[in-house]
């Protein structure tokens, strides 16, 4: 398996925040139960990463 690119964590990311507005939070902790929830990655790194990219757009709206 190959390493997960930028551009792909951040298009989900960007994704995941128009469909879930409300959802995510500026915390990485509440933003990877969210995830986890969502069932939609298998690999927890990818999860990891796009939780972690959501916080900080979360961190830049506020």
Do not use: Q
């Not at 298009?11 to 929830?37: M, Q, Y």
Request: charged share 35%; proline share 2%.
């Amino acid at each position: 398996m190959g390493n997960i690119m930028t551009s792909d964590i951040k298009g989900v990311s960007n994704d995941l925040l128009e469909k879930f507005p409300d959802r995510f939070s500026r915390d990485f902790e509440a933003n990877k139960k969210i995830l986890e929830e969502l069932k939609l990655f298998e690999s927890k790194i990818v999860r990891n990463k796009v939780a972690g990219y959501i916080a900080r757009v979360a961190k830049r709206k506020a």
